[in-house]
């Protein structure tokens, strides 16, 4: 598995912790202080939300929040 898809799974596992749904807006350090004492760098975070971003799946709010666009997938 690489790197990247394993932030990506730990983003999404936080995320459910979070019950984040469709609407819903969440405070950036909710999910990066939880993930970078996991083990994960800052950059390979943001490297997660670049690309959901660009798919449409967040959306990166000003003053560290992001905003759910799409459910959860299934994992």
Excluded at 20 to 46: H, K, R, Y
Excluded at 48 to 61: G, N, P, R, S, T
């Amino acid at each position: 598995m690489s790197r990247f898809t394993e932030t990506e799974t730990a983003l999404f596992e936080r995320l459910r912790a979070l019950k984040a749904l469709p609407d819903m807006s969440i405070n950036d350090l909710g999910v990066g202080v939880p993930l970078t004492a996991a083990g994960f760098t800052q950059d390979e975070i943001m490297e997660v939300l670049y690309a959901l971003e660009q798919d449409k799946f967040v959306a990166l709010l000003p003053g560290n929040r992001l905003l759910m666009l799409k459910e959860l997938p299934d994992g």
